[in-house]
């Protein structure tokens, strides 16, 4: 039952070094995405994608760059980090976008900015 | 900006006392769903209301939609300490039903 894993757990960068954030599920599901979640700001769409091949942004897209490798895989990528963009990332899925399915949710990635 | 806002932000009550959190949004929307995040963890879906439903129970769970008045409330009864968490609601917005914005969150204690 493994659902949505993403990697890292944790990841310290410094001003400026650029990270991959990886998320996969094993549902079978065609949509995906990528939240940021801040303190007392609940959680902003960065990126989604609705279907193998096919991306979009979302609230809180720059600075970012996404990749759907295939049906499975999601990544998220900082091509130079910033102090700003500390926080916690969600990766999630779900069957057909957001007009009555679940979403499910990984169990987040801690992301320091130094 | 938000378009759902919990109100209260945090809630304290005692086991077995029931907890009614609120949610009020700003735009016309298809549905509205209610999940839980624990402490360190991703969030969990628990329910979800379209917009044409007033009421919906799942187990201990009651939710309601108003959508003249743009809100909706999520009561947990007979609460136990194993509620304890935060609570959102995020709403998908009609016409762009892949956008799921959430609103801040409520955070649940439930002493034992």
């Known amino acids: 039952n493994a659902g949505v894993t993403q990697t890292p757990k944790f990841q310290v960068l410094k001003t400026g070094q650029s990270m991959t954030l990886q998320c996969a599920q094993d549902m079978n599901h065609n949509s995906m995405y990528w939240y940021r979640q801040d303190p007392g700001m609940g959680l902003r769409l960065i990126y989604y994608?609705?279907?193998?091949?096919?991306?979009d942004k979302g609230e809180v897209p720059n600075g970012y760059n996404v990749s759907r490798l295939n049906k499975r895989e999601f990544s998220l990528r900082l091509e130079s980090a910033a102090p700003s963009q500390t926080s916690v990332y969600f990766c999630a899925s779900s069957s057909d976008g957001f007009s009555g399915n679940t979403i499910y949710f990984g169990e987040g990635s801690w992301l320091t900015v130094v | 900006s938000q378009q759902g806002e919990e109100d209260p932000q945090a809630l304290s009550i005692q086991e077995g006392e029931n907890a009614t959190m609120n949610c009020s949004y700003k735009t016309s929307i298809n549905n509205l769903q209610w999940y839980r995040q624990n402490s360190g963890r991703g969030l969990v879906h628990l329910i979800l209301?379209?917009?044409?439903?007033r009421e919906k129970h799942s187990g201990r769970l009651r939710v309601t939609l108003d959508t003249s008045k743009k809100s909706s409330s999520l009561l947990i009864t007979a609460s136990r300490a194993a509620d304890t968490a935060s609570y959102f609601c995020a709403t998908a917005k009609t016409g762009s039903a892949r956008q799921l914005t959430f609103g801040s969150g409520t955070q649940l204690t439930v002493l034992p």
């Open positions: 209301i379209r917009s044409n439903e």
């Open positions: 994608s609705a279907s193998e091949g096919t991306t």
